[in-house]
Structure formats: structure tokens, C-alpha cells
């Protein structure tokens, strides 16, 4: 059996510490690499994965926080998921939302929706129009200064999110787990990125729909989608946080079967000098 691997993995202001067998550590260690924290510093965490690959320990200051089972031949999404819930409990200042984001227009556009409602795909699709990437499962929100922070985690793409997006933006495939395929695009964000419009996405039926959504709505599913609410420490900041960037954004709810189809009508908004009004087309 070959021996464990330590990576330590800098991301800009955190250190993961990724120490198990060489068939998963360096991939685990590949997929975080394009990550990078500024504006907290968030203590060190350990990833010790078990020779047999069963199962995985995390660890802060030498105090263990969770324990998984890691499914045969998919640990991969198991092992990221944990750590970045575990970044996402560390943050102090900064604002998370499970959401996609991408830059339009010089503006960051943030796209939430449960899972399964087509994120990963309507990104994938306004990538290929010419966004740039600013994350994908994770927006992270600069309270302060309303910007989007950038959280380039490469994209899970499954067999059914290659399929409503059509293709793959440019980019290279930075791992495999199982039928997922961890994809990093080349056009990234640099840096933060003023928070300009927040879309919910929903289902509908044939017609699809861009319609304006008051703040307090886009607040409400901030709310009830996993984000720093979830937080019993962090209500109170993530109120005044969320509102305080919010109250500058446009909000908007895209109704649709297939988000991804839906590209174009919301590129016509990003380019939108003062906000779409109502906007409307045949889903596809």
C-alpha cells in the first residue's frame, strides 16, 4: 500500500491541510487549488482521509468537526462538500449563499436556486456568451463594500448538467468523480466584483419569464436557501448584511423549465443600462 500524502493547500488567506492516500489526496488537493479567501483568515483546517478511503476526519486547531463515509468511487463531492461547509463556517465578515454567480458587463450577477433548478447549467450557458466566472455553488458577499468575492471552485458538471447546458465553456477538467466531472472555465474574475442583480430561479411551464422581485422577496430566498442564515451566530449580521447589499441590486425571479435555455434573455439584462423591464420569450 502506498504511502499517505500531506499536501498543505494555500488558499490565499486559508491552509487546508490535505493528508491521505495518493489515489484521492492530490485530486482533493487539484479541485481546492483554484480557490482563494482575502478579507478573512479563517484558521487552518485538516483533512485526514483514511488509507482505505472509507472515510474522512476534519479537523480545526486540532479539534475534530465532522466525520463522513465516503461512497466508493465518489468521495471526491463528498470531501468538498465538507470543506467547503466547513469554510463557510469559519467566515467571520464575509457572506455566503449556495448560489452561482458570473460577471456581466463589468457587474456581478448572482443566480440562486435550490438544487437541481439549473445554476450550474445557466452559468455554464452565459459563460459560453462571453461572462466571466466568479463561482459556482458558493457566492461569497463582501457586506462592506457589496461586491461579489470571487469562489472559483471548478464546476460539478453531471451528465444531465452538460445536457441542459448545451456544451462546456472553455476551461479543463480539473478532476473526475464518478459520472461528475470538476471543471475549472479560463475566464475568471480576478478580484470583487459589484454585486449588481440577484435572480431566483424557479420552474414554469412553457413560457419563460424575467420578472422584477422585490428586495424583501430576494431577501426572504436568501434566507431559505442554505447561507450564513443558517448560522445561529450569524443572523443578525447576515440581516444587515444581505440588506445593506441588496438595497443597490436589482432583484429578479427567472421563470423557466430549463434555466440554461434562458441565456440570452438574461444577457439582454446585463446589458440593460438602467434594469430590464418584464421580459419574456419561448423557453426552448
Known amino acids: 500500500m502506498n504511502a499517505a500524502q500531506t499536501i498543505d493547500v494555500l488558499l490565499g488567506t486559508w491552509i487546508v491541510r490535505v ?30 482521509i483514511a488509507a482505505d478511503e472509507r472515510t474522512a476526519l476534519g479537523a480545526v486547531a486540532g479539534r475534530p468537526l465532522w466525520s463522513v463515509s465516503l461512497p466508493a468511487g465518489r468521495g471526491l463531492s463528498v470531501l468538498l462538500g465538507q470543506v467547503v461547509a466547513t469554510l463557510t463556517s469559519l467566515l467571520e465578515r464575509l457572506l455566503f449563499v449556495h448560489a452561482g454567480a458570473v460577471v456581466m458587463e463589468g457587474r456581478a450577477w448572482v443566480l440562486l436556486g435550490g438544487s437541481g433548478a439549473g445554476k450550474t447549467s445557466a452559468v455554464c450557458s452565459l459563460l459560453r456568451r462571453g461572462a466571466v466566472y466568479l463561482s459556482d455553488e458558493l457566492a ?6 457589496g461586491t461579489v468575492v470571487p469562489a472559483t471552485l471548478p464546476m460539478a458538471i453531471k451528465p444531465w448538467t452538460a445536457w441542459a447546458a448545451g456544451s462546456l465553456p472553455r476551461g479543463r477538467e480539473v478532476a473526475c468523480d464518478g459520472s461528475a466531472r470538476f471543471w475549472l472555465p479560463m475566464e475568471r474574475a480576478a478580484g470583487p466584483v459589484r454585486a449588481h442583480a440577484f435572480v431566483r430561479l424557479g420552474r414554469a411551464g412553457r413560457a419563460a419569464r424575467l420578472v422584477p422581485l422585490s428586495r424583501a422577496g430576494m431577501l426572504l430566498a436568501i434566507a431559505g436557501h442554505p447561507s450564513s442564515f443558517c448560522y445561529r451566530h450569524r443572523v443578525e449580521d447576515a440581516f444587515v448584511g444581505f440588506g445593506r447589499v441588496l438595497r443597490t441590486a436589482q432583484c429578479f425571479a427567472l421563470e423557466a423549465r430549463n434555466p440554461a435555455a434562458c441565456a440570452d434573455m438574461l444577457v439582454s439584462a446585463g446589458r440593460a443600462t438602467d434594469g430590464p423591464a418584464t421580459l419574456r420569450r419561448r423557453a426552448l
Open 19 to 48: 493528508s491521505g492516500p495518493p489515489s484521492i489526496a492530490p485530486h482533493l488537493a487539484a479541485v481546492l487549488g483554484s480557490l482563494r479567501i482575502e478579507g478573512e483568515d479563517p484558521a487552518p483546517l485538516e483533512v485526514t
Open 140 to 145: 461569497l458577499l463582501d457586506p462592506d463594500e
